[in-house]
Every structure is written in structure tokens, then in C-alpha cells.
């Protein structure tokens, strides 16, 4: 799971949001309705700015943070406030407590965490006597250590140098981040690192010496643990494989961070820790448990030291294992073998009932499998006891059981959870809607030989049913005769079957513009939570309002004009920092706005986007000069401007310039080309070449687009089966936007120009990569929508449609209609890379007028390729 994502499912229980984005904290700090003459105030993302009137301030310097607990934050602001108004000092603070508490939960971002108030002074004059006064006024207060600063004294006064004004460049890899000036002038980026970090071209004042020498002296010689290997941070602490060096005993060891890693009733790591700590001893005669080794305190921190355990993860276990993604894997075996570990895991979970225990954090991350195959569970820091019949602080949504069920029931629902999810690992969609659960059940059942009431039993858990009122959803002991059974057990669910259309166009997108928010500024239609990544995340191609209208257009179930103004609004006057690309930025919307007949609005906007630095932009097709390359050779052939051809040739001179050769590349990451697949790597250059090369017949094109295709192919690793994925070192891809398949598509457009039996072997391989039953996402750029996408532009039409019919295991209902989850599958989303316009973009694909996407065709005024390549694989 990716932790990013919960906390953006606190603030509406069907869409990804930002609590930034939604209604104005409710309730504020008392201490923002004092009057303040002379002041004025702006809300801004997370955060209240007080400023005086006219005043100004440099655009960067040493600024100091101020931390707070949730229990101080109003004290702490009042002194702060009373502090800096009398003087002129501007000052931000976060909005609310909400906002504090997801600051500095255990998956917010470490480098952002325990930052409550930022203080602005104006020289290194104001600086001094304002860290030193704030200090004092503040002393005894505690909060959460700010790691990204220096810490002034023992409180929670903190400083960083960094901008004040907000200001952007181009980073390294072509990323728009917020910028500060060097000793030349020159913007670069201003580094948000958790640690705190001097710029080379500032000097550290005098008066902060001291703190700096304070901060380096501690070391963890005098610790009898010796640090082996760095497993996770988090915003709690850390995790770490260490040896004890008094006995030679393995352990890991668990870091809490006082006042930091909050949970939803704001218990910060240390309590957790403890928490842990004296569980696991009142359970220490219970089988398959982690053991306590040793507890201590360290440099402020809490640690405890649990005995080592030889496995793996559970998660880990089922990828590599799972028959519906590895087609050579025995079903029968696996099945074995999973009813196994879900059998030990309930003896374990029955153990910790009898000792009045609730465990609250079952999920398959937090089970170990020995190599023999034994269990152990691991992570107590939110068990507690049954009598206490509170609901798990933390929680894996996948397993997390609804507000209804509160004690031994909390345990009860993972475990039914889990019965489903080792063999279809859905679960996670269970929150959106429960009724799903009959339909997973189903689906098992057709492709494992699981016994028909262990479903039953499953299901009706997760319903809160008995089984006979659930009704047996899986047929007989035998995959053969369950087959047309499951197919029809649930009469209701939502279906999706490409022979339906339009009326299944109609469904989605009577979804996709029921979910609308044309009252909002930052987005007109739910997605991703990138949709809250600056100022424009909302209006793009992939996770905006200019995919979901390029999906509704394309697909030819029309648009709404409001809508098409909203985005026109937006995007008149682009807020600072908007990014540039194709996909993620105002090209992509400059070509959407002109498809839909804007065309006046549209070029004001690409010559808006000429004015900036563009040329600094990566490489790659969704941020960077490949697709700004073929946006601008499109409206060249659709207005005749030349000057938008030459920026598309001087775009392609940059590209091919920093190409290299395939020999230049590292293998995984590093190099100028650290990523691989159709939107951010080789590939997405190399069908830009391909377009170029259509256009202006210069063979150079085809021997650099083939160059980046090998570049690409480095990157991937062939598996047992034979097919080809993306190596990101720790997981392999094979998807349309990261991974395999978004590379064989550009294989399968060069193909069409040049024959080449290595790629023509290559492409075969990831062909393969299509044909699996499981995806774990519905989206485009990573899950099935992608695969059917991929297919229909291989002409294979009725493998496409196979793969869209099971797009029917993630569709749920919304409205009376039918909607998919996004990334992680946690919330729907209705944007083009991760949720319901993709689907809808993908189903149409495979249908006789169907489109592909953007550039995937000749570009206007090209030479035709040659013959395609033969479908199959």
C-alpha cells in the first residue's frame, strides 16, 4: 500500500481529498478571530498567512518553524501571535487541528512534519533576536521534532533556510519544484530533505553554532545495538535489522518519536510503542508472536528491540506465488497452501481472544512465513484490550472493519478479509461497497478450489449476515461445475460488457458527470490524490478536468459546456509553478481545449506555455519535451504556424541531443535515463521520434527511437513465464504507464517502419504480459484498462474485450450506475490515468470507431507507415 493515500480518505468516504481542498477548518483556533488592525489574512492550501498590510519581505532566507502538540497548539499559536504582530513579523500557521493531526500522523510526509507555525524575519538581524525571544516565551512547551531544521535550544523552536516567495525552476529530472536563487542569480531547487540541509552559497549565522554542534554530538556509539540495515521510516520513527552486541542475538528494532507518528486519536509513536511492549509480554505464552527482547530509550526516542524473524511478508509471498498473474503456478497447491497460512493465522488470533485481547492490525504485511511455513505476527502498537470496545486507531483499509464492529468482531472481519484477499487481493474495495464481497467470493471460486463454505463464512462476516442469509455464493468442490453458477449468483452487480455499448458509455458517463464539483476551484472531477500536487493538478490530462473531457469527447458520449468553461477558466490566467507537459500540465489542456472547438483559447495558451523555460524540461512524454514535441508538431499540421514546427524540431534536437547511446544508460536507476515505459521513459521518447519520423522522413529519427526502445528494454526483466516487466528493483511492471506494455506499444509502432528481430522477440514477450486474469487496479496507466488499451491498438479486438469484461471485478456502484476505484483502490476516481474515464477511454478503444490515445495515430501531413505487424503473441 502506499501510505500517501489514507491520508486523503479523511475527508469524504467515496472520493480522494484534501482536507486543504475541502470546507474551511471546522473549528479553527480561537486565537485567529482576535482582531488585528493593521493585518491581513489569506488562506492558502494548508495554511493561514498574517501579514502586515504593505508590508514585504525578501524572497528567501532563514525562516523559523514553531512545533506544537494537538493539546498546546492553541497556547503556542497565542504566544506566537502576540509575539510577531506588535513587531511586523508575517507568520503562517496550519489551519486547524485536523490539519495539525494529519501533519504529523504516521504517514504524513517526514519532512514536512511538526511544522504548526512558520515566522518570517526579515534580515539575520530580526532572525537572531526573534529565535532567541520566541525560545524563551515558548520554553516548557513541547512538540514534534521538525527533522528538516535545526533545532534551537530544547524546544520546539526550529530553523531552515529556504524561500519565502513562491518561486519554481526545473529540477534535475525536468520536475517543476519550488525554487530559491544561488550566489549566481540562477534558481535551483529549494530541498525539502528530512534532514537539515545548508545550501553551499549561505553561511551559517554565528549564533546558531552552538545548536549545530549540540545536533552532531549525538552518536549511537554508546548503544549495545549494532544498525545493520534500514527496513522503513515513518513519521513515527524508524525500523530497523540490528544485532545486539552484548549477546549476538538478531533483532529489530522499533523507533518512536515522542509527539510525532499521531494516530486518529492522536496517540503519538512512543504511547503506541509501549503500548506494544507490554502486550506482547502479557501474550508471551501465545504461539506464532513476535518476542520482546529489550526496551530502552535513546536520544529522546523510545526503542524496543523484538527478536528477529526469519520469513518473508505475506504480501511478498502471495505476488510471487499468485496463479492468476504466474499462469504456470498449480492452483491446487497454492490453494493448499494458503488455507494453511490462513489457518494459523486464525489459531493465533483465537490465542490472543483468550487472553482478552483485541489485535486490530491484521493485514498481510504484518504476517511473517518462515521458510518451513510458519506464521508469526508481527506490529501490537494498536491492540488493546476487548473490554476497552474502542475501534483500532491504525488500520490497513483493506482489512479494516466498519464502525459497526467494534472488540473481537475488529479481528474477525480482517480475518474474513483476508480469506478472500489471499486469493483475489480486492479487499481494499470492501469500503466502498461491502455487497462486493459476494462477487469476489465468485470469482475465487472460479479459479480455486476453495471449499464453498469457507466463502459463505467469509462473505457473511464482511456483511455482518449469517451464512444462510448470505446464500452460498461459490458452487460445487470443483472449478468445472462452479463456473456457470458464479457467473449468475449476483444478478445485481455491476457488469461490464463491451457488446453493450453505448449504453455502457452512457453508465460511466452518467458517473463521470454525476461526481462533478464544478463549485470547486482546484478540481471540477474526483481522482487521484496528484490531483492536489500544486495549484493545476486538477485541470490536466491525466488526473484532471482535460482527461476526463478528452475521455467523455473521444469516447462520443459528448460534454457538458459548463464544464468545458470551467476548465477555460482556469486555465486563462495559469497560477505560478503550473507545470508545462503534455500530460501533467497546460499542453495537454491547450490540446483538449482546441479538440473541443476552442481554438482561440487553446493557442493563447501554448504560446503562454512558449514563453517559459520549456527547454529546461525532461524528456520524457508525460512532463517533458516528447510530448511537448508532438503537441506542437499537431498544431503546426492543425494551424500552419511555423513557428510551433520549429519548436517542435528544436524540442526533438534537445531529445536526441541527451539520448546517448543504449551502452550509457545504468541498468535500474541513475544516469540521465533513470526510468523506464511509455510516460516517463525510453518509450514515450521513441514514439515521438516515431511521429517526427513520419513527418520528415530523416531516418536518424528510427535509429534514436530504436536506441531509446533498447535503453528502455534494459530496464526490464524477463520472468519464469517468459514475459518481459519493468525492474524498479524492488517490484517488477508490466503496465501502460511504468511498465511493459506502454514499452510495446512504441515496440509495436516501430515495428511498423523498420523490422528488427531482437525488438520483434521483445515485443512477443511483452504481449504476454496482457494475457494474465489479475490485475490488482482497474486504471490506465497501471492496471487493466491499460491492457485492453494496449490490445485494441494491436487490433487484437477480441482479446481486448475479453480483458474489459473482467474489468467487472473493480466496477461498484455509484448513483445507480457504475464507477471504479483509483490507486489503491481506497476511493473512486473519475480521472483518465487512474479511475472511470480511463475505463470508459479503454471500453470505447475496442469498439469500431474506437480512438487510441493522443499521438498514437500519424500526426497531421505524415507519410503512413508500412504494414503492421501480425496480432497474436
Given at each position: 500500500m502506499d501510505e500517501r493515500y489514507d491520508s486523503y480518505c479523511a475527508v469524504d468516504p467515496l472520493f480522494y481529498d484534501s482536507l486543504a481542498s475541502s470546507a474551511a477548518e471546522a473549528p479553527g483556533y480561537l486565537t485567529d478571530r482576535r482582531p488585528a488592525p493593521g493585518w491581513e489574512r489569506e488562506s492558502k492550501d494548508d495554511w493561514l498567512i498574517h501579514a502586515p498590510i504593505g508590508g514585504s519581505l525578501p524572497p528567501q532566507g532563514w525562516k523559523i518553524h514553531v512545533s506544537a502538540r494537538l493539546d498546546n497548539a492553541e497556547r503556542v499559536l497565542a504566544r506566537v501571535m502576540d509575539y510577531c504582530q506588535p513587531r511586523g513579523i508575517p507568520f503562517k500557521h496550519l489551519r486547524g487541528p485536523r490539519m495539525l493531526l494529519m501533519r504529523n500522523s504516521?504517514?504524513?510526509?517526514?519532512?514536512?512534519?511538526?511544522?504548526?507555525?512558520?515566522v518570517y524575519p526579515r534580515d539575520d538581524a530580526e532572525l537572531e533576536l526573534t529565535a532567541k525571544e520566541l525560545a524563551a516565551l515558548l520554553d516548557g512547551e513541547t512538540g514534534p521534532y521538525i527533522l528538516s531544521d535545526l533545532r534551537y535550544g530544547d524546544g520546539p523552536v526550529y530553523l531552515r533556510y529556504g524561500g519565502f516567495a513562491a518561486r519554481y525552476c526545473l529540477s534535475p529530472e525536468g520536475q517543476v519544484v519550488p525554487a530559491i536563487e544561488d550566489a549566481t542569480g540562477t534558481l535551483v531547487p529549494d530541498r525539502r530533505d528530512p534532514?537539515?540541509?545548508?545550501?553551499?552559497?549561505?553561511?551559517?549565522?554565528?549564533?546558531?553554532?552552538?545548536?549545530?554542534?549540540a545536533r552532531n554530538a549525538a552518536t549511537t556509539t554508546d548503544l549495545p545495538y549494532r544498525i545493520d540495515k534500514v527496513i522503513h521510516f515513518s513519521n513515527g520513527g524508524g525500523l530497523y535489522e540490528a544485532r545486539d552486541t552484548r549477546t549476538g542475538d538478531r533483532v529489530v528494532l522499533k523507533e518512536a518519536r515522542p509527539h510525532a507518528g499521531l494516530d486518529a486519536t492522536g496517540a503519538d509513536a512512543v504511547t503506541r510503542l509501549r503500548r506494544e511492549a507490554e502486550t506482547l509480554r502479557r501474550l508471551a505464552d501465545v504461539p506464532h508472536l513476535?518476542?520482546?527482547?529489550?526496551?530502552?530509550?535513546?536520544?529522546?526516542?523510545?526503542?524496543?528491540?523484538?527478536?528477529?524473524?526469519?520469513?518473508?511478508?505475506?504480501?511478498q509471498l502471495v505476488v510471487e506465488r499468485y496463479p492468476l498473474v504466474h499462469l504456470d503456478a498449480d492452483p491446487d497447491a497454492y490453494t493448499r497452501w494458503a488455507l494453511e497460512v490462513h489457518r494459523q493465522v486464525a489459531e493465533a488470533v483465537e490465542a490472543i481472544h483468550a487472553h482478552g485481547v483485541v489485535y486490530g492490525d491484521l493485514h498481510m504485511f504484518n504476517i511473517m512465513v518462515g521458510d518451513d511455513g510458519d506464521v508469526t505476527l508481527i506490529d501490537f502498537e494498536v491492540a488493546t484490550p476487548a473490554a476497552a470496545a474502542t475501534r483500532p486507531a491504525l488500520r490497513n483499509q483493506a482489512f479494516a472493519a466498519p464502525r459497526d464492529r467494534t472488540g473481537f468482531e475488529v479481528d474477525r472481519y480482517a480475518l474474513a478479509c483476508l480469506r478472500l484477499a489471499l486469493f483475489l487481493p480486492l479487499t481494499a474495495m470492501l469500503r466502498l461497497a461491502p455487497e462486493k464481497a459476494a462477487h469476489l467470493a465468485e470469482v475465487v471460486a472460479e479459479h480455486f478450489p476453495v471449499?464453498?463454505?469457507?466463502?459463505?463464512?467469509?462473505?457473511a462476516v464482511i456483511l455482518g449476515r449469517t451464512a444462510t442469509e448470505v446464500g452460498t455464493p461459490a458452487g460445487t468442490e470443483t472449478r468445472t461445475g462452479t463456473e456457470a453458477r458464479a457467473v449468475d449468483r449476483c444478478p445485481d452487480r455491476p457488469r461490464i460488457d463491451p457488446d453493450d455499448w453505448p449504453a455502457l458509455r452512457d453508465r460511466l458517463a452518467t458517473a463521470i458527470t454525476a461526481s462533478a464539483t464544478p463549485h470547486r476551484d482546484d478540481r471540477l472531477f474526483p481522482g487521484d490524490i496528484r490531483q492536489f500536487a500544486g495549484a493545476d493538478g486538477g485541470l490536466n490530462l491525466a488526473h484532471g478536468a482535460a482527461g476526463v473531457l478528452w475521455a467523455l469527447h473521444a469516447s462520443g458520449a459528448g460534454t457538458d459546456p459548463r464544464h468545458e468553461q470551467w476548465l477555460l477558466d482556469r486555465v486563462r490566467e495559469p497560477a505560478s509553478g503550473s507545470r508545462l507537459g503534455f500530460y501533467d500540465g497546460l499542453h495537454g489542456v491547450a490540446y483538449v481545449l482546441d479538440l473541443l472547438g476552442h481554438r482561440t483559447e487553446a493557442v493563447r495558451l501554448l504560446d503562454r506555455c512558449l514563453d517559459e523555460p520549456w527547454t529546461e524540461l525532461g524528456d520524457d512524454l508525460m512532463s517533458g519535451l516528447s510530448g511537448v514535441a508532438l503537441n506542437l508538431a499537431h498544431f503546426a499540421g492543425r494551424t500552419g504556424d511555423g513557428r510551433y514546427a520549429d519548436a517542435a524540431r528544436r524540442a526533438v534536437d534537445l531529445v536526441v541531443g541527451r539520448l546517448g547511446d543504449v551502452e550509457s544508460v545504468a541498468e535500474i536507476s541513475g544516469g540521465r535515463h533513470p526510468y523506464a515505459g511509455l510516460f516517463r521513459g525510453g518509450a514515450g521518447v521513441a514514439l515521438m521520434l516515431l511521429r517526427m519520423y513520419e513527418l520528415d522522413q530523416d531516418p536518424s529519427l528510427l535509429e534514436h527511437a530504436a536506441t531509446a526502445l533498447r535503453q528502455d528494454l534494459r530496464r526490464c526483466v524477463r520472468r519464469d513465464a517468459g514475459h518481459l516487466e519493468v525492474n524498479e528493483g524492488w517490484r517488477t511492471m508490466p503496465?501502460?504507464?511504468?511498465?511493459?506494455?506502454?514499452?510495446?506499444l512504441a515496440l509495436d509502432q516501430y515495428l511498423r517502419h523498420r523490422d528488427d528481430e531482437d525488438l520483434r522477440a521483445a515485443a512477443e514477450a511483452i504481449r504476454?504480459?496482457?494475457?494474465?486474469?489479475?490485475?490488482?487496479?482497474?486504471?490506465?496507466y497501471a492496471g487493466r484498462a491499460g491492457m485492453v488499451t494496449y490490445l485494441a491498438a494491436r487490433d487484437e479486438v477480441e482479446a481486448a474485450r475479453r480483458q474489459a469484461r473482467l474489468l467487472s471485478w473493480h466496477a461498484l456502484p455509484f448513483r445507480g450506475v457504475i464507477a471504479f476505484p483509483g490507486d489503491q483502490l481506497l476511493r473512486l476516481s473519475m480521472d483518465l490515468a487512474t479511475g472511470t474515464a480511463g475505463v470508459l477511454h479503454a471500453v470505447a478503444s475496442t469498439q469500431p470507431a474506437g480512438t487510441g490515445l493522443p499521438f498514437l495515430s500519424p500526426l497531421p501531413g505524415a507519410t503512413p507507415a508500412g504494414p503492421t505487424p501480425p496480432a497474436g503473441g
Amino acid at each position: 500500500m502506499d501510505e500517501r493515500y489514507d491520508s486523503y480518505c479523511a475527508v469524504d468516504p467515496l472520493f480522494y481529498d484534501s482536507l486543504a481542498s475541502s470546507a474551511a477548518e471546522a473549528p479553527g483556533y480561537l486565537t485567529d478571530r482576535r482582531p488585528a488592525p493593521g493585518w491581513e489574512r489569506e488562506s492558502k492550501d494548508d495554511w493561514l498567512i498574517h501579514a502586515p498590510i504593505g508590508g514585504s519581505l525578501p524572497p528567501q532566507g532563514w525562516k523559523i518553524h514553531v512545533s506544537a502538540r494537538l493539546d498546546n497548539a492553541e497556547r503556542v499559536l497565542a504566544r506566537v501571535m502576540d509575539y510577531c504582530q506588535p513587531r511586523g513579523i508575517p507568520f503562517k500557521h496550519l489551519r486547524g487541528p485536523r490539519m495539525l493531526l494529519m501533519r504529523n500522523s504516521k504517514y504524513a510526509r517526514r519532512a514536512a512534519s511538526g511544522k504548526f507555525i512558520t515566522v518570517y524575519p526579515r534580515d539575520d538581524a530580526e532572525l537572531e533576536l526573534t529565535a532567541k525571544e520566541l525560545a524563551a516565551l515558548l520554553d516548557g512547551e513541547t512538540g514534534p521534532y521538525i527533522l528538516s531544521d535545526l533545532r534551537y535550544g530544547d524546544g520546539p523552536v526550529y530553523l531552515r533556510y529556504g524561500g519565502f516567495a513562491a518561486r519554481y525552476c526545473l529540477s534535475p529530472e525536468g520536475q517543476v519544484v519550488p525554487a530559491i536563487e544561488d550566489a549566481t542569480g540562477t534558481l535551483v531547487p529549494d530541498r525539502r530533505d528530512p534532514v537539515f540541509h545548508v545550501p553551499d552559497w549561505v553561511t551559517l549565522p554565528d549564533f546558531l553554532a552552538p545548536h549545530l554542534a549540540a545536533r552532531n554530538a549525538a552518536t549511537t556509539t554508546d548503544l549495545p545495538y549494532r544498525i545493520d540495515k534500514v527496513i522503513h521510516f515513518s513519521n513515527g520513527g524508524g525500523l530497523y535489522e540490528a544485532r545486539d552486541t552484548r549477546t549476538g542475538d538478531r533483532v529489530v528494532l522499533k523507533e518512536a518519536r515522542p509527539h510525532a507518528g499521531l494516530d486518529a486519536t492522536g496517540a503519538d509513536a512512543v504511547t503506541r510503542l509501549r503500548r506494544e511492549a507490554e502486550t506482547l509480554r502479557r501474550l508471551a505464552d501465545v504461539p506464532h508472536l513476535v518476542r520482546v527482547h529489550d526496551e530502552f530509550s535513546f536520544g529522546g526516542h523510545e526503542f524496543l528491540a523484538l527478536a528477529f524473524v526469519a520469513g518473508r511478508p505475506l504480501n511478498q509471498l502471495v505476488v510471487e506465488r499468485y496463479p492468476l498473474v504466474h499462469l504456470d503456478a498449480d492452483p491446487d497447491a497454492y490453494t493448499r497452501w494458503a488455507l494453511e497460512v490462513h489457518r494459523q493465522v486464525a489459531e493465533a488470533v483465537e490465542a490472543i481472544h483468550a487472553h482478552g485481547v483485541v489485535y486490530g492490525d491484521l493485514h498481510m504485511f504484518n504476517i511473517m512465513v518462515g521458510d518451513d511455513g510458519d506464521v508469526t505476527l508481527i506490529d501490537f502498537e494498536v491492540a488493546t484490550p476487548a473490554a476497552a470496545a474502542t475501534r483500532p486507531a491504525l488500520r490497513n483499509q483493506a482489512f479494516a472493519a466498519p464502525r459497526d464492529r467494534t472488540g473481537f468482531e475488529v479481528d474477525r472481519y480482517a480475518l474474513a478479509c483476508l480469506r478472500l484477499a489471499l486469493f483475489l487481493p480486492l479487499t481494499a474495495m470492501l469500503r466502498l461497497a461491502p455487497e462486493k464481497a459476494a462477487h469476489l467470493a465468485e470469482v475465487v471460486a472460479e479459479h480455486f478450489p476453495v471449499p464453498p463454505d469457507l466463502l459463505d463464512e467469509a462473505v457473511a462476516v464482511i456483511l455482518g449476515r449469517t451464512a444462510t442469509e448470505v446464500g452460498t455464493p461459490a458452487g460445487t468442490e470443483t472449478r468445472t461445475g462452479t463456473e456457470a453458477r458464479a457467473v449468475d449468483r449476483c444478478p445485481d452487480r455491476p457488469r461490464i460488457d463491451p457488446d453493450d455499448w453505448p449504453a455502457l458509455r452512457d453508465r460511466l458517463a452518467t458517473a463521470i458527470t454525476a461526481s462533478a464539483t464544478p463549485h470547486r476551484d482546484d478540481r471540477l472531477f474526483p481522482g487521484d490524490i496528484r490531483q492536489f500536487a500544486g495549484a493545476d493538478g486538477g485541470l490536466n490530462l491525466a488526473h484532471g478536468a482535460a482527461g476526463v473531457l478528452w475521455a467523455l469527447h473521444a469516447s462520443g458520449a459528448g460534454t457538458d459546456p459548463r464544464h468545458e468553461q470551467w476548465l477555460l477558466d482556469r486555465v486563462r490566467e495559469p497560477a505560478s509553478g503550473s507545470r508545462l507537459g503534455f500530460y501533467d500540465g497546460l499542453h495537454g489542456v491547450a490540446y483538449v481545449l482546441d479538440l473541443l472547438g476552442h481554438r482561440t483559447e487553446a493557442v493563447r495558451l501554448l504560446d503562454r506555455c512558449l514563453d517559459e523555460p520549456w527547454t529546461e524540461l525532461g524528456d520524457d512524454l508525460m512532463s517533458g519535451l516528447s510530448g511537448v514535441a508532438l503537441n506542437l508538431a499537431h498544431f503546426a499540421g492543425r494551424t500552419g504556424d511555423g513557428r510551433y514546427a520549429d519548436a517542435a524540431r528544436r524540442a526533438v534536437d534537445l531529445v536526441v541531443g541527451r539520448l546517448g547511446d543504449v551502452e550509457s544508460v545504468a541498468e535500474i536507476s541513475g544516469g540521465r535515463h533513470p526510468y523506464a515505459g511509455l510516460f516517463r521513459g525510453g518509450a514515450g521518447v521513441a514514439l515521438m521520434l516515431l511521429r517526427m519520423y513520419e513527418l520528415d522522413q530523416d531516418p536518424s529519427l528510427l535509429e534514436h527511437a530504436a536506441t531509446a526502445l533498447r535503453q528502455d528494454l534494459r530496464r526490464c526483466v524477463r520472468r519464469d513465464a517468459g514475459h518481459l516487466e519493468v525492474n524498479e528493483g524492488w517490484r517488477t511492471m508490466p503496465y501502460l504507464g511504468e511498465g511493459s506494455v506502454g514499452i510495446g506499444l512504441a515496440l509495436d509502432q516501430y515495428l511498423r517502419h523498420r523490422d528488427d528481430e531482437d525488438l520483434r522477440a521483445a515485443a512477443e514477450a511483452i504481449r504476454r504480459c496482457a494475457d494474465f486474469p489479475f490485475y490488482a487496479q482497474s486504471g490506465l496507466y497501471a492496471g487493466r484498462a491499460g491492457m485492453v488499451t494496449y490490445l485494441a491498438a494491436r487490433d487484437e479486438v477480441e482479446a481486448a474485450r475479453r480483458q474489459a469484461r473482467l474489468l467487472s471485478w473493480h466496477a461498484l456502484p455509484f448513483r445507480g450506475v457504475i464507477a471504479f476505484p483509483g490507486d489503491q483502490l481506497l476511493r473512486l476516481s473519475m480521472d483518465l490515468a487512474t479511475g472511470t474515464a480511463g475505463v470508459l477511454h479503454a471500453v470505447a478503444s475496442t469498439q469500431p470507431a474506437g480512438t487510441g490515445l493522443p499521438f498514437l495515430s500519424p500526426l497531421p501531413g505524415a507519410t503512413p507507415a508500412g504494414p503492421t505487424p501480425p496480432a497474436g503473441g
